[in-house]
């Protein structure tokens, strides 16, 4: 027998080995135009073969997994990652979840449209008996009823150092009475019973942590936001329909995702995200998260409704591209651009009846490396925002080089105190072409102009 450190596999025979062990010939898309053997019919000159990929059925019945918890939908998608990739079909039928789907590189989850609905169960939630300080790995329960081990949970304080409210998401692995352990430390945060430490099974659906190369298609989610305690939208946006984290080429399509208690999707320090034909709906939170430091983030063809903030540009976010979405009646603004936002282009929207501004060019100080700058506004339909003193879009603070072109910009109730543009006076080289700007007190307010003539 050759020893160990002798031995070598060639990558032809690694997969070749890997399709026998499975039962199947799983071949990656990079060898479809390799030589076939003898006993294969060749395919006609130029063509390409196309290869079915490894695929499991989740449903309640008449499935290769049957049933219709986050647990039989996790053991899908573990077993199709550990064969290298491939699509987790979910049959109709409603899913209860405990805890979130994590889901792996080269996993593709499938489906059957709005009849494959995952739900949030209803939220248990009690206070911490005891003391959880720094990395421990786990908590006392003042109240362990309703809890169970594999529970996605969120412990939240009022954190005495810093002074506010702090969070942490974890999962239950193990019970011994009212003592549950974690499955992994707190970290360097104390929960305390003086800072009012709680625990609650809160969780986003799917988790999307460290992978790449996903796709979530054709399927419902649904938080159960009657039935769930609602954070603050921007500290709880972990806990909404879908969590993306430090993950790269990730795609979404016809993907419904309503009544979060956070966001319907964040995307946190992704590159490379496609979120198209989604309907967000009715989340605590935003509609779409793209999260810091995000690169190159495509959302196209999506409805974006009755969430506290349609899209949320959040700090970093560069080469984006909003495109040909409906952004309809969500109770802040329709598009907000942030912190270091840059080179973005918001495109062919219809943004309307939001509930303060259309689109925002937040201030975030007067430091303009922070500003929001190089943003394209273009081509978008931008109609009946905000209140009685609403406006349709607004640069604010020390924005810069911002471009605002081709969009009709209309306000078709009465003109109250309405403004259509808002230009700060700090505000650097913002450009206004070919704008149609009808309906308001003040079509364009150039605050700008005015500093400089005073």
């Known amino acids: 027998m050759a020893s160990p450190d002798r031995m070598s596999y060639t990558r032809r025979g690694f997969i070749g080995a890997a399709a026998i062990l499975a039962g199947a010939a799983i071949v990656p898309p990079s060898q479809a135009n390799e030589q076939p053997s003898a006993n294969t019919a060749a395919p006609a000159a130029g063509a390409k073969s196309r290869w079915d990929s490894l695929s499991i059925t989740v449903g309640p019945k008449q499935a290769d997994l049957m049933g219709t918890s986050e647990k039989v939908i996790q053991a899908a998608v573990d077993y199709i990652a550990g064969w290298g990739g491939g699509t987790v079909h979910i049959l109709p039928g409603t899913y209860r979840m405990r805890n979130s789907v994590s889901l792996r590189s080269g996993v593709r989850i499938l489906g059957s449209g709005q009849d494959s609905v995952l739900i949030k169960e209803p939220e248990v939630k009690t206070s911490l008996a005891q003391d959880s300080t720094s990395w421990q790995d786990e908590v006392v329960l003042a109240d362990p009823s309703g809890f169970q081990v594999g529970d996605g949970v969120c412990l939240q304080v009022i954190d005495e150092w810093h002074r506010g409210a702090w ?16 499955n992994k430390p707190l970290g360097d945060d104390d929960f305390t019973v003086k800072g009012k430490a709680t625990i609650g099974t809160l969780f986003p659906l799917f988790n999307v942590d460290g992978v790449s190369d996903v796709r979530i298609e054709n399927i419902a989610l649904d938080g159960n936001r009657a039935k769930q305690e609602s954070l603050w939208h ?13 993950s790269n080429r990730i795609e979404m399509r016809n993907v419904i995702s309503r009544e979060s208690c956070a966001d319907g999707i964040s995307a946190q320090t992704c590159n490379d995200v496609l979120i198209e034909d989604c309907h967000c709906h009715d989340n605590v939170g935003f509609g779409i998260h793209s999260g810091t430091g995000s690169q190159r983030p495509i959302a196209r063809h999506n409805r974006l409704e009755n969430n506290y903030i349609g899209f949320y540009f959040c700090w970093g976010v560069r080469y984006g591209l909003v495109e040909d979405n409906v952004i309809l009646g969500n109770s802040q603004f329709g598009v907000r651009l942030g912190e270091k936002d840059t080179d973005n282009v918001v495109r062919n929207n219809a943004i309307r009846s ?36 609403g406006v349709a879009v607004d640069v604010r603070g020390v924005t810069k080089e911002a471009v605002i072109e081709r969009n009709k910009i209309s306000e078709t109730r009465r003109p109250l105190k309405r403004i259509g543009v808002r230009i700060g006076a700090q505000t650097r080289d913002i450009k206004l072409a070919a704008n149609q700007v009808t309906g308001f007190s003040v079509n364009v307010l150039d605050l700008h102009k005015a500093n400089t003539k005073a």
């Open 167 to 182: 969070f942490i998401q974890r999962s239950l692995v193990a019970r011994d009475g009212n003592r549950f352990k974690l």
């Open 234 to 246: 921007n500290w709880g946006n972990i806990l909404g329909g879908i969590w993306l984290n430090k």
């Open 354 to 389: 939001s509930g303060k501004v259309g689109v925002i060019f937040e201030k975030v100080g007067d430091d303009p490396a922070y500003s929001p700058d190089r943003n394209r506004l273009e081509g978008n339909q931008i109609i009946d925002n905000g209140g009685e003193a």
